[in-house]
């Protein structure tokens, strides 16, 4: 009371001024508002020195910390953001197309709704960094939360005030970092979120990226609507399997496939050797040949991205480092013949590859995880009883596959020359060596079909030649599928 007659404010009349202060200055909704208003009163009338004051005032922070109204300016220059996208990546023609159709969308109708993608890809093969290129082409701010190891739904929504030490969930922390209701919102891992005692995130989500829910999206904690429908959000993932199935259903999946070789060595030369260069101190004093770029990929490197093959420039790079700081004359360029000596062995040999043609010896192309790569395929006929056996660590398919090509040959036998009693009088041995290596997929089918063919006839298959693709008993042979991977083993020397 004497404070009063004297006009000076207690502390919490001072800090709920403060807040109503705030409050005017930002462009609220009705029902947050409202809400303000209303915690303001109580902050009032709380003593400062109890456990309520804080948890007010903590609130308060948070909701008039949020993005009420604020946006970013997009930039809707679809030629500019097609530049910025080319500068930043090489390849990824899918992603980009993507993305200029939905600025091509919101230079037409302002209000559309903002697609939620998914990129979905392998380790390292650029689906955040894609993302922030985005969010920098747009002129928009990023955001980015990774879910991975979730399992808590209250990790999204948030906890209720009710809980000691309650917060927001992360995408409202998201927002508040980001200072605008419009952001790239970059949520990672989305494959990998877990489900518990504490309820199912996944399904916490489906609010989050539901176009016909999320422009009400209600936090536990602030416990008001938040508009989501300005958000562009972006997920990522690699396994698209593993991603529940009513959020598959609500992001539209954009593939990010494994990188090619000749794809590494131009990401290479266009973006990690400029940049590491740069961190490494020698931007003008050295450069990497394209030719001991391809043998890095090749011999030093099994991946589906780039991050090992960053690792391997960077190694270049430091020991050349060494060798300027230590005074010792450092190679204006390191060509093929080089690599080896800087970084030693490689770990990952040359193929041994055909030289001449030779029969019943066929070359396969096949898809791995981390590229296309050549697969040998021997046939060996010995006397025998018309036994056939397979070798090579094979999977049920391939297996499926091989007996399959071999009843094709049987049935063409009198147009392929190959006499009816042959096939009781040899036992047939298709292996596929590096028997070490897991191996399944129909794709082999026509090859083990050529080496049989090959080795019943008695006539050569030519060393230049790889084929690909599953045969049926008909002879015809099927789409491939994932030609990219397969075929770009195919021009390596010596095939």
């Known amino acids: 009371i004497l404070r009063e007659e004297l006009g000076e404010t207690t502390r919490e009349e001072q800090a709920a001024n403060e807040a109503l202060a705030r409050a005017d200055t930002l462009d609220l909704p009705a029902q947050a508002r409202r809400a303000v208003l209303q915690e303001i009163e109580r902050l009032r009338g709380t003593n400062p020195a109890s456990a309520e004051f804080n948890v007010i005032r903590t609130y308060l922070d948070w909701m008039l910390a949020m993005p009420w109204g604020r946006s970013c300016d997009d930039r809707l220059d679809v030629a500019a953001v097609e530049a910025v996208l080319d500068r930043d990546h090489y390849g990824l023609d899918e992603p980009k197309q993507r993305i200029l159709e939905y600025l091509a969308v919101r230079q037409l109708r302002p209000d559309a709704p903002a697609p939620v993608l998914c990129f979905l890809g392998p380790p390292g093969t650029g689906k955040t960094s894609l993302a922030q290129s985005i969010a920098r082409a747009m002129n928009r701010k990023l955001a980015r939360i990774s879910v991975g190891g979730v399992n808590d739904e209250s990790t999204i929504r948030g906890h209720r005030r009710t809980y000691v030490g309650a917060l927001p969930g992360r995408i409202v922390q998201a927002l508040r970092r980001a200072e605008c209701d419009n ?60 991603v529940p199935e009513p959020l598959r259903d609500r992001m539209e999946v954009i593939e990010l496939q494994s990188y090619v070789e000749s794809e590494k060595v131009e990401i290479a030369r266009r973006h990690l050797v400029p940049l590491e260069l740069e961190r490494s101190g020698l931007p003008h004093r050295v450069g990497i040949d394209r030719a001991a770029l391809r043998r890095i990929v090749r011999n030093y490197t099994s991946e589906a991205g780039v991050r090992g093959l960053r690792r391997r420039i960077q190694a270049v790079l430091r020991k050349l480092a060494l060798r300027a700081a230590s005074g010792q004359p450092v190679p204006k360029r390191v060509r093929a013949r080089d690599v080896e000596g800087i970084l030693g062995p490689p770990p990952i040999p040359p193929e041994a590859r055909r030289r001449r043609d030779e029969i019943g010896v066929v070359n396969g192309l096949a898809w791995t995880t981390v590229g296309g790569d050549i697969l040998l395929v021997e046939g060996v006929a010995l006397p025998g009883g018309g036994g056939l056996q397979v070798t090579g660590s094979l999977g049920d398919v391939m297996r499926e596959s091989i007996a399959a090509a071999y009843t094709y040959v049987r049935s ?22 590096e028997g070490a290596t897991p191996k399944d997929g129909p794709s082999a089918g026509v090859a083990v079909a050529t080496a049989l063919a090959s080795l019943l006839t008695d006539r050569k298959v030519r060393a230049d030649l790889a084929m690909t693709g599953e045969i049926t008993l008909r002879g015809d042979v099927l789409t491939v599928g994932g030609r990219r991977e397969p075929l770009s083993a195919a021009p390596r020397p010596g095939q």
């Open 412 to 433: 063409r036998a009198r147009p392929l020359g190959i006499a009816l009693e042959t096939f009781g009088q040899w036992d047939i041995h298709v292996h596929f060596p």
């Open 183 to 242: 952001p790239l919102l970059v949520i990672d891992e989305i494959d990998k979120m877990g489900s518990g005692p504490q309820g199912d995130p996944s399904a916490a989500l489906l609010e989050v990226l539901d176009p016909e829910q999320n422009a009400d999206f209600t936090d536990h904690y602030l416990d008001v609507p938040f508009d989501l429908s300005r958000v562009l959000f972006v997920a990522t993932a690699n396994d698209w399997f593993s």
